[in-house]
């Protein structure tokens, strides 16, 4: 039971179902401060008016055959068959939880809002919390009174803003990869950064192994910032315990600052994606 100072926090918990959104999934189910009362899944590959065919077309034609591989281990492989025997998928936590599960490829819609709606009106706090969401968030879901949104992004802000920032920092040949929680805005991976860690970089690790640490780095990070949190009074978002100012509404995808999807020449000039020593980590992940 939460301390007597404490109060519960609701969870909206927004992610695009992989094995990285999973590790943190699990870890904050375990607070008992926390309530997860709704997921909402995104069901988008890439472009919001894409589809499976032509993303996956894109995704070949742009980043290699090799990239979309270590995409489709860390989604839909995983979510399918993974965690057999460890760390179960997103959709099999909330159905054994019996958490209520919105798939959308646009949480913007009104069926959305809707929906968000639906649990921020019982009086209780309320965040909504992105990890591995690839949707830009509008400001009529982020301005909703009794709303906080956060976002959990594995890559040193505002250095690596956008698709794979673990991917970039190897590719850039940083010395350390870093994750950070920070206040969701409009325009993606920008907001005021709310706490961050860093590791060392491996050079005999892969990309996978790198995003693995990160996340599991970010996920006790988040379960530090919901416990904090269950003890406070959320009000306006100034109240949040802000590490570092960031916010650069100017800088948009695609412009400098913001890196896109890597090409099929990055990624075989670059770090290995994933070992085959990676795989048990995918299917047998604890």
């Given at each position: 039971m939460p301390n007597s100072h404490e109060s519960v926090v609701d969870i909206v918990y927004c992610c695009r179902p992989s094995l990285y959104s999973s590790i943190v999934l699990d870890k904050i189910l375990s607070l008992e401060s926390v309530n997860v009362v709704a997921v909402v899944a995104s069901t988008r590959l890439r472009y919001l008016r894409g589809n499976i065919v032509s993303d996956i077309y894109r995704l070949l034609k742009e980043s290699g055959f090799s990239y979309a591989i270590y995409l489709m281990l860390v989604t839909s492989i995983y979510n399918t068959v993974g965690g057999l025997f460890g760390l179960p998928p997103v959709f099999y936590q909330c159905k054994k939880r019996k958490i209520t599960v919105f798939k959308t490829k646009n949480i913007n819609t009104k069926?959305?809002?809707?929906?968000?709606?639906?649990?921020?009106?019982?009086?209780?706090?309320?965040?909504?919390?992105?990890?591995?969401?690839?949707?830009?968030?509008?400001?009529?879901i982020l301005d909703k009174t009794g709303l906080e949104c956060i976002n959990l992004h594995p890559g040193k802000l505002p250095e690596y803003r956008g698709v794979d920032p673990v991917f970039s920092a190897l590719a850039g040949g940083e010395k350390s990869c870093t994750v950070c929680l920070h206040q969701t805005a409009v325009e993606l991976d920008t907001g005021n950064i709310l706490d961050s860690q860093a590791i060392k970089v491996e050079k005999t690790r892969s990309v996978f192994w790198h995003n693995v640490e990160l996340f599991s780095r970010g996920a006790s990070m988040v379960c530090d910032f919901l416990s904090y949190a269950s003890s406070q009074e959320l009000k306006e978002r100034d109240s949040f315990p802000v590490t570092r100012n960031y916010s650069s509404p100017t800088v948009q995808e695609g412009k400098p600052g913001y890196f896109s999807w890597p090409t099929g020449k990055e990624v075989s000039e670059g770090r290995r994606l994933f070992y085959g020593s990676d795989l048990k980590d995918i299917f047998f992940s604890d």
């Amino acid at each position: 039971m939460p301390n007597s100072h404490e109060s519960v926090v609701d969870i909206v918990y927004c992610c695009r179902p992989s094995l990285y959104s999973s590790i943190v999934l699990d870890k904050i189910l375990s607070l008992e401060s926390v309530n997860v009362v709704a997921v909402v899944a995104s069901t988008r590959l890439r472009y919001l008016r894409g589809n499976i065919v032509s993303d996956i077309y894109r995704l070949l034609k742009e980043s290699g055959f090799s990239y979309a591989i270590y995409l489709m281990l860390v989604t839909s492989i995983y979510n399918t068959v993974g965690g057999l025997f460890g760390l179960p998928p997103v959709f099999y936590q909330c159905k054994k939880r019996k958490i209520t599960v919105f798939k959308t490829k646009n949480i913007n819609t009104k069926e959305g809002s809707h929906f968000v709606d639906q649990y921020i009106a019982r009086g209780q706090k309320a965040i909504l919390l992105t990890v591995m969401f690839n949707q830009k968030i509008s400001s009529n879901i982020l301005d909703k009174t009794g709303l906080e949104c956060i976002n959990l992004h594995p890559g040193k802000l505002p250095e690596y803003r956008g698709v794979d920032p673990v991917f970039s920092a190897l590719a850039g040949g940083e010395k350390s990869c870093t994750v950070c929680l920070h206040q969701t805005a409009v325009e993606l991976d920008t907001g005021n950064i709310l706490d961050s860690q860093a590791i060392k970089v491996e050079k005999t690790r892969s990309v996978f192994w790198h995003n693995v640490e990160l996340f599991s780095r970010g996920a006790s990070m988040v379960c530090d910032f919901l416990s904090y949190a269950s003890s406070q009074e959320l009000k306006e978002r100034d109240s949040f315990p802000v590490t570092r100012n960031y916010s650069s509404p100017t800088v948009q995808e695609g412009k400098p600052g913001y890196f896109s999807w890597p090409t099929g020449k990055e990624v075989s000039e670059g770090r290995r994606l994933f070992y085959g020593s990676d795989l048990k980590d995918i299917f047998f992940s604890d």
